[in-house]
C-alpha cells in the first residue's frame, strides 16, 4: 500500500512556542490531507480536511488560527501548533486520501508534549 | 452530518470464540464505510472496505442498510486479533471514526 511519512514522531516544546508537523504522501498525489488529533484511549478527532492549494476547512470548535494548515503540494501538508499551551499535549495524526486506490493512508502520528 | 457509532469501548474474546464488533451509521447520502485496525505501537491501517466485500484475516463486514450497520466478525478469534479496531465512514469528502472498541483475546 501507500505509504504516509508524519515528521517529527515525537516533539517537546516549551509554552508559547510553536511547533510544525509534516505529512507527506510519499508514492502517491494526495489532493487531500486530513488531521486528527486523538486523546488517550479515545477515538480520532478530525480537526480539518486539507486541500491542495486552497485554504483548509476546519471542523466545529477548531481555532484555525492555533492550528494552521498549509497544503502547498501534492505531497506535503503541514500542521502548525501555533503559541502552544500544555492543553495542546496530544497526538496528532495525518491522513492522505488516495482517491486511486480508493483508501486513506495513515502518518504514524506526531507525540505533541508541551512544557 | 455524518455519525459512526461503536458502542462498545472494550471487547474480551476467547482465543477461538466468534467475535463481532459493532457499528452503526447515520448518513444521509450513500455511505462507504471502512474498518480500520491499529496494533499496539503501529499506525492506522485499513483492514476492509464494504465496497470490496473482502475477507481479510478472516475478518468480514456486511453493509446492512436497513439497520444503518456495518458490524465487523470473525468466526474464530485468534491471539493476534487483539488490536483497537475503528469503524469509518467516507462522506462529504470527509473520513468520520467511530470512538473504537479495543479488542482483547484471552488466551
Known amino acids: 500500500g501507500a505509504v504516509v511519512s508524519q515528521h517529527p514522531s515525537w516533539v517537546i516544546c516549551k509554552s508559547g512556542t510553536s511547533v510544525k508537523i509534516e505529512c507527506r504522501s510519499l508514492d502517491f498525489q494526495a489532493t487531500t490531507m486530513f488531521w486528527y488529533r486523538q486523546f488517550p484511549k479515545q477515538s480520532l478527532m478530525l480537526m480539518a480536511t486539507s486541500n491542495e492549494g486552497s485554504k483548509a476547512t476546519y471542523e466545529q470548535g477548531v481555532e484555525k488560527d492555533k492550528f494552521l494548515i498549509n497544503h502547498a503540494s501534492l505531497t506535503l501538508s503541514t500542521l502548525t501548533v501555533t503559541s502552544a499551551h500544555p492543553e495542546d499535549s496530544s497526538f496528532y495524526i495525518c491522513s492522505a486520501a488516495d482517491r486511486a486506490q480508493g483508501e486513506a493512508f495513515f502518518g504514524q502520528g506526531t507525540r505533541l508534549t508541551v512544557v | ?89 467516507f462522506g462529504n469528502e470527509k473520513l468520520t471514526f467511530g470512538t473504537g472498541t479495543r479488542l482483547t483475546i484471552i488466551p
Open chain 2, 1 to 89: 452530518a455524518q455519525r459512526v457509532t461503536q458502542p462498545e469501548k472494550l471487547l474480551s474474546v476467547f482465543k477461538g470464540a466468534p467475535v463481532e464488533l459493532k457499528c452503526n451509521y447515520s448518513y444521509s447520502g450513500s455511505p462507504e464505510l471502512f474498518w480500520y485496525v491499529q496494533y499496539s505501537r503501529q499506525r492506522l491501517q485499513l483492514l476492509l472496505r464494504h465496497i470490496s466485500r473482502e475477507s481479510i484475516k478472516g475478518f468480514t463486514a456486511d453493509l446492512n442498510k436497513g439497520e444503518t450497520s456495518f458490524h465487523l466478525k470473525k468466526p474464530f478469534a485468534q491471539e493476534e486479533d487483539s488490536a483497537m479496531y475503528y469503524c469509518a465512514n
